[in-house]
């Protein structure tokens, strides 16, 4: 299917598959006439990038994890390192967390004080 197909069947827009190609994330064949061509599992992965997203993971997060992913829940495999990289994922989005209530109470702290 051409780009435009998967962006129609996904509700991505076509600028955005492409950034997903550049970040290897996606692949396309080419056609002779140098247009994108995907497969019909580009369907399925594109939905699985957008639920990992969805979870806060990075686009080189997603790459490295994406081989292990099966079905658009998405449910993971459980291939070598990825409990690891998960894990150091969870416990970074949990340190942003713990940063971001600091910074909130401070801002805080700044509108009680007449």
Avoid: K
Wanted: charged share 30%.
């Amino acid at each position: 299917m051409l780009i435009g197909e998967l962006s129609r069947r996904t509700g991505v827009g076509a600028r955005l598959l492409r950034y997903y190609e550049a970040q290897g994330l996606l692949d396309a064949g080419r056609g002779t006439n140098g247009y994108r061509s995907y497969d019909e599992d580009a369907v399925v992965t594109v939905r699985q990038i957008r639920a990992l997203l969805g979870a806060g993971l990075s686009t080189e997060v997603i790459r490295e994890v994406l081989p292990c992913v099966r079905g658009e829940r998405p449910e993971f495999e459980w291939c070598a390192e990825l409990w690891d990289v998960l894990n150091g994922e969870l416990a970074a989005m949990d340190a942003r967390i713990d940063d971001l209530r600091r910074s909130r109470g401070a801002l805080a702290g700044f509108l009680t004080r007449p």
